[in-house]
């Protein structure tokens, strides 16, 4: 079965990681400190060390990942860094995986970020779609709503790999 990387493996990374597993998945979560690889890998993820803010310490975790799933929909902290992520951060990614083996792109389109990055990280999302073809779903649910946030993000996943 084919790996994913879930960017920001925390607690919803990591139910969503379970997920997958259970559906045969090999999974890879990312974490920004040596502080979160333990929770990740006591369930069952492989950990890596990666900051979102940072696009290119991402590209060192794509080796035979299929799909990314970026879980910075409910990402806190000043507005700016926040735009950065759903934003330039975001963009800089997606221009980096055209040369990759990833074969699609799940972005969290929903949550605490605010509606104007999750605006502008959808628009960001589909235009790598159209412009290099990148497969991707934005899911909708908003993260506070558990048991319907993982249920479609488990089938976005799914979908991916159709």
């Known amino acids: 079965m084919a790996r994913a990387l879930i960017i920001g493996c925390g607690c919803r990374g990591r139910a969503l990681g379970e997920a997958l597993l ?38 060192h975790h794509l080796d035979g990942v299929a799909l990314i799933c970026w879980l910075m929909g409910a990402a806190e902290g000043d507005a700016g860094t926040v735009a950065a992520l759903h934003g330039s951060r975001l963009k800089s990614l997606m221009a980096r995986l055209v040369d990759t083996p990833v074969r699609g792109f799940v972005y969290e389109g929903a949550g605490g970020a605010g509606p104007r990055a999750l605006r502008e990280g959808a628009r960001v999302v589909s235009d790598a779609h159209e412009r290099w073809r990148i497969p991707v779903e934005i899911t909708r649910t908003d993260p506070a709503e558990h048991g319907p946030w993982l249920e479609e993000m488990v089938a976005a996943a799914q979908r991916m790999l159709q």
């Open 22 to 59: 259970g559906a045969g998945w090999h999974v890879r979560g990312t974490t920004r400190s040596e502080a979160g690889i333990e929770a990740i890998e006591e369930a069952g993820i492989e950990a890596a060390i990666a900051d979102p803010d940072a696009p290119g310490t991402i590209l």
